[in-house]
C-alpha cells in the first residue's frame, strides 16, 4: 500500500474513534450489543464469516435440541474441545474498552451473543446474555445445574460426554440452540435496554440471528440512535449515525483513550513501615469473610525499602477452585469491599475499597496454592530476599508515574519489567517450595 494510502486510513480511523467517543459522550444512557466479532482478537472463531464453525460443522447436526436428543455424545464431540479453547480464551482490547466504559459510567449494559464469558473476565458487570452461556451447564433429566468448573473436570476426567453424577443423564450446555427459545428474562432485558437507550453500539454483530437483530430497531423507534462497529455490512449501517469498519479492538481501544479523564495520575509514595501492620489487621478481617485459608499481604507494600502506590494489596488464598459464595460477597461488602468478578484474570476474585475517596486496598481471591497464589508469593519473596531487585524496581515505578500521561502509560512502563522480574522470581534457586495443594 502507498505510504499516502496509509496516512489517509490513519487519519480516518482517528476521525471516527473521535466520532465514537463524541456519540457515547453526548448520547446516553449507551448499551452495547455484541457479537462473534468482539471475541475473535481472543483467537475465538466466529460461526458465520467464510471461515466460520458452521462452515465446518452443520449447525443442524450440533447445536439443536434434536440433534441433541438423538445423539448427545456426538454434540458433546464438538462442544469438548470448544469448552476447552474458551476456558482457555481472555478478554482482548474490546472487552476491556467496555468494560472500562462500564466503570466510567458511560455504558449502562452490555447485552451479548456470545457464550464464552469473556465480558464478565473482563470485568464488565452488568452483561445480559440473550444466548445463554457455558457457565452452567444443566441435566433436562433431574434439573441439576453443573458451573463450568464442574463440567471441566467431568470432562477431563471421563472419555466423551459429561453425565449427571445424580442420575447419568448426558448434561446439556447452558448455551441457546438454534431450536430453543432464547431465555425470556434476558431477551425482555434487552429490549428493555434497546428502547431506552439514546445509542446502541452495535459491535461484532452482523445482525443476522433474529430476535437479536431487530434490537436495533427497536432503539431506532424509541428516537434513540445506533452506532456500527464491524468488519461487515449489516442491515442497520444505512440508518446509523456512525459505521466502523476496523475491528473491535482497535476501535473501541481508541474511543476509550478519548474519553478518559487524563488527571489520573498515579501517586507512587516511598515505604510506610505501618503498611504491615495494617494488612495483617486488614488479612484478619477478610480471612474471616472469605473463609479463606490463608490471607498474604502482596504487592509493592508489602516489600520494605520499595516505593509504592499506598494500595493494600491481599491475597487471599480460597479451598477449591476459588469460588466466592454470595454471603461471603456480602461480609466483604460488611468491610467496605466492592466486588468485581474476575475482572480480566480468569480465576481470580477482585475486591477493591476506597477509603476517604481514595484507592486503599485490593483483595484477590485466587485457589490456595493454585499457579496465581504461587506466582503472587514468588514475585514477593524474591523481591523481599533481593533488595537491590527492589530498588530497581521501585526507581521503575517512580520514573514511570512522574513521567505519568495517566494510568495506561504506567502500566506500560511498568509491565516488561514485572514481566522479567516475575520470570526471574520463578526461577530462583532457593526460592521456597511450592505450598501443598
Ligand atoms: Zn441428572
Request: proline residues 7%; negative net charge.
Given at each position: 500500500?502507498p ?21 457515547i ?20 472463531p ?12 452443520d449447525p443442524?447436526?450440533?447445536a439443536?435440541?434434536g ?45 451479548t451473543q ?35 468448573a ?25 448455551v441457546?440452540?438454534?431450536d430453543?427459545l ?5 431477551i ?29 430497531q ?12 464491524n468488519?461487515d ?30 488527571d489520573?495520575?498515579?501517586e ?16 484478619a ?18 516489600v ?19 469460588h ?40 484477590h481471591a ?7 497464589w ?5 514475585v ?58
Amino acid at each position: 500500500m502507498p505510504r499516502s494510502g496509509t496516512l489517509a486510513a490513519v487519519m480516518t480511523e482517528a476521525a471516527t474513534g473521535e466520532r465514537l467517543a463524541e456519540l457515547i459522550r453526548e448520547r446516553q444512557p449507551v448499551v452495547v450489543l455484541t457479537g462473534a466479532g468482539v471475541s475473535t482478537e481472543s483467537g475465538i472463531p466466529d460461526f458465520r464469516s467464510p471461515t466460520g464453525i458452521w462452515t465446518e460443522f452443520d449447525p443442524r447436526e450440533y447445536a439443536t435440541l434434536g440433534a441433541f436428543r438423538a445423539d448427545p455424545e456426538k454434540v458433546w464431540r464438538f462442544y469438548a474441545p470448544r469448552f476447552a479453547m474458551l476456558g482457555e480464551a481472555r478478554p482482548n482490547r474490546a472487552h476491556r474498552a467496555l468494560a472500562e466504559l462500564e466503570r466510567m459510567g458511560l455504558v449502562r449494559a452490555v447485552v451479548t451473543q456470545n457464550i464464552d464469558l469473556l465480558h464478565e473476565r473482563a470485568g464488565s458487570r452488568d452483561v445480559v446474555e440473550v444466548h445463554g452461556s457455558i457457565r452452567v451447564s444443566h441435566c433436562l433429566a433431574c434439573g441439576a445445574e453443573y458451573p463450568l468448573a464442574e463440567v471441566e473436570r467431568l470432562l477431563s476426567a471421563g472419555d466423551g460426554a459429561p453425565r449427571c453424577e445424580r442420575c447419568g443423564t448426558v448434561l446439556k450446555p447452558g448455551v441457546v440452540f438454534f431450536d430453543e427459545l432464547l431465555p425470556e428474562a434476558a431477551i425482555d432485558r434487552a429490549l428493555a435496554l434497546a428502547r431506552e437507550a439514546a445509542l446502541l453500539l452495535v459491535v461484532g454483530s452482523s445482525l443476522e440471528v433474529h430476535p437479536v437483530a431487530g434490537l436495533p430497531q427497536e432503539t431506532l423507534d424509541a428516537g434513540g440512535a445506533v452506532a456500527v462497529v464491524n468488519r461487515d455490512p449489516t442491515w442497520v449501517d444505512p440508518h446509523a449515525a456512525l459505521v466502523v469498519r476496523e475491528s473491535a479492538g482497535d476501535a473501541l481501544a481508541e474511543a476509550v483513550a478519548r474519553l478518559r479523564p487524563d488527571d489520573e495520575s498515579v501517586e507512587v509514595v516511598e515505604h510506610d513501615p505501618a503498611w504491615a501492620e495494617a494488612a495483617a489487621a486488614e488479612a484478619a478481617r477478610v480471612t474471616e469473610a472469605l473463609e479463606a485459608v490463608a490471607v498474604e499481604h502482596v504487592g509493592s507494600t508489602a516489600v520494605p525499602g520499595l516505593a509504592a502506590k499506598p494500595v493494600l494489596d491481599l491475597l487471599a488464598g480460597l479451598p477449591g477452585d476459588a469460588h466466592v459464595r454470595p454471603e461471603q460477597i456480602g461480609a466483604m461488602e460488611e468491610l467496605g469491599y466492592e466486588c468485581l468478578g474476575e475482572f480480566g484474570l480468569p480465576g481470580r476474585i477482585f475486591f477493591y475499597k476506597d477509603t476517604d475517596g481514595r484507592r486503599t486496598h485490593h483483595v484477590h481471591a485466587v485457589e490456595h496454592g493454585g499457579d496465581q497464589w504461587r506466582r503472587h508469593l514468588a514475585v514477593r519473596d524474591y523481591l523481599r530476599a533481593h533488595p537491590d531487585e527492589a530498588a530497581r524496581y521501585a526507581a521503575v515505578k517512580g520514573a514511570a508515574a512522574a513521567r505519568t500521561a495517566g494510568r495506561e502509560a504506567y502500566w506500560e512502563a511498568k509491565s516488561a519489567y514485572v514481566e522479567e522480574l516475575e520470570r526471574r522470581a520463578l526461577s530462583a534457586p532457593g526460592r521456597p517450595p511450592d505450598p501443598p495443594s
